[in-house]
């Protein structure tokens, strides 16, 4: 969609590349050098990217690989994550993680095509109960 048709558009994302933790700092400078052209990630890498990372840091806090141990090393963690600081709730396994509101920009503050975007709020506000609550998560 051309720039000037998406102005002032006010969009949510799971993930901007634009986003100031060390964690996505880190990630976008490494993708941007394996990317063939250079361009920074979008919300689908970064997704890859968190769920590895969380996942190799239930392995480390299990101190095994073993499923059922590493589900329940992440049962209530708090772990630094691309977007800050992911929360595994232990009663249903949802992770809250900041949820970004961006606001796209004019053609003219664009510094490159991908840089359409500015965010402008974010929340980790879980959503009511009765919308993610797992009445029988099952056992492995």
């Not at 700092?25 to 250079?38: I, S």
């Amino acid at each position: 969609m051309s720039p000037d048709l998406r102005e002032n558009v006010i969009f949510g994302s799971n993930f901007y590349y634009t986003i100031d933790t060390p964690l996505a700092q880190r990630f976008v400078a490494d993708y941007k050098k394996v990317d063939p052209q250079g361009n920074p990630p979008g919300y689908a890498p970064a997704a890859g990217y968190s769920l590895m990372h969380a996942t190799i840091e239930g392995i480390r806090r299990a101190n095994s690989a073993e499923v059922p141990k590493v589900i329940k090393a992440l049962e209530g963690a708090e772990i630094d994550d691309v977007t800050g600081k992911l929360k595994i709730q232990a009663s249903n396994h949802q992770s809250i993680r900041p949820y970004l509101v961006c606001k796209t920009k004019a053609a003219s503050e664009m510094k490159d095509p991908y840089d359409f975007g500015t965010v402008i709020a974010e929340s980790a506000t879980p959503q009511p109960g009765e919308y993610n609550e797992c009445k029988d998560i099952g056992e492995l």
